[in-house]
């Protein structure tokens, strides 16, 4: 089992900054790709951005692209996603997840581990 744990969500004003963290735990040799959905009020979750643990591979929903970045510290089993410019329709809970696959997928049946997930409020 791989436990997923968010942090860094919080409320940010239009064209500001937050980094979120997902740092894993247990089994985490089992886990080779990650990657970051959110979903808003009313609508279905979506993929964000994905990662291998080695970031060899990356990949960003066209919404975020240019305005996020995902890493991740192989140390520390934590990845990261960094969030600029970020708009009221960025609003959603985030959530970390892990997968056995060896793609980044965007479909998240494709994740077997998943973090409870962070708020992240952009409003002024």
């Known amino acids: 089992q791989v436990q997923l744990v968010e942090s860094g969500g919080g409320l940010v004003q239009p064209g500001g900054s937050l980094r979120l963290s997902c740092a894993a735990s247990g089994r985490t040799s089992s886990v080779i790709t990650m990657a970051w959905f959110r979903q808003a009020p009313g609508k279905e979750r979506e993929f964000v951005a994905g990662t291998e643990w080695s970031a060899s591979s990356i990949y960003y929903a066209d919404s975020v692209k240019g305005r996020f970045t995902i890493s991740t510290d192989n140390a520390k089993n934590t990845m990261y996603l960094q969030m600029n410019s970020l708009k009221p329709e960025d609003t959603a809970v985030y959530y970390c997840?892990?997968?056995?696959?060896?793609?980044?997928?965007?479909?998240?049946?494709?994740?077997?581990?998943w973090g409870q997930g962070t708020q992240v409020t952009v409003s002024s």
């Open positions: 997840a892990g997968s056995r696959t060896y793609y980044i997928s965007g479909v998240q049946g494709d994740y077997n581990s």
